[in-house]
């Protein structure tokens, strides 16, 4: 399993990035996949989720109505597109995988099995 997270950088306060994360090494049609972040020191935060098939999307409540989830099942790919980004929006962005069907509990870190590298997002004021 590998899952690679692209699309990071710095942003002006109130712009918009698009994260990707690709994923190989599985079948991505088995997968619920999330998106988390973390600042240093911190414990990461659920960001949002998607089920295998796109049916059933979560999101936090720091991010509701900001970001959109969104998955390429033809192109192993899985978006986050977020708006009207903050200050308080900069840290590592990673995404994760797991086999779990959706469940409470579905934005605790401990819930997913495989994680990216991360890709750094920072916004400036």
């Known amino acids: 399993v590998q899952l690679v997270e692209s699309g990071g950088g710095l942003v002006q306060a109130g712009g918009s990035l698009r994260l990707s994360c690709a994923a190989s090494?599985?079948?991505?049609?088995?997968?619920?996949i999330a998106w988390f972040r973390q600042a240093p020191g911190q414990e990461r935060e659920g960001l949002s989720c998607?089920?295998?098939?796109?049916?059933?999307?979560h999101y936090g409540d720091s991010v509701t109505g900001r970001f959109t989830i969104a998955r390429d099942s033809a192109g192993n790919t899985v978006y986050l597109q977020m708006q009207h980004l903050q200050p308080e929006d900069t840290d590592v962005y990673y995404c994760?995988?797991?086999?779990?069907?959706?469940?409470?509990?579905?934005?605790?870190?401990?819930?997913?099995?495989?994680w990216g590298q991360g890709t750094q997002v920072t916004v400036s004021s």
């Open positions: 994760a995988s797991t086999l779990a069907p959706d469940m409470p509990g579905r934005f605790s870190s401990s819930f997913y099995t495989a």
């Open positions: 090494g599985f079948t991505f049609g088995d997968y619920m």
């Open positions: 998607i089920d295998e098939n796109g049916g059933s999307i």
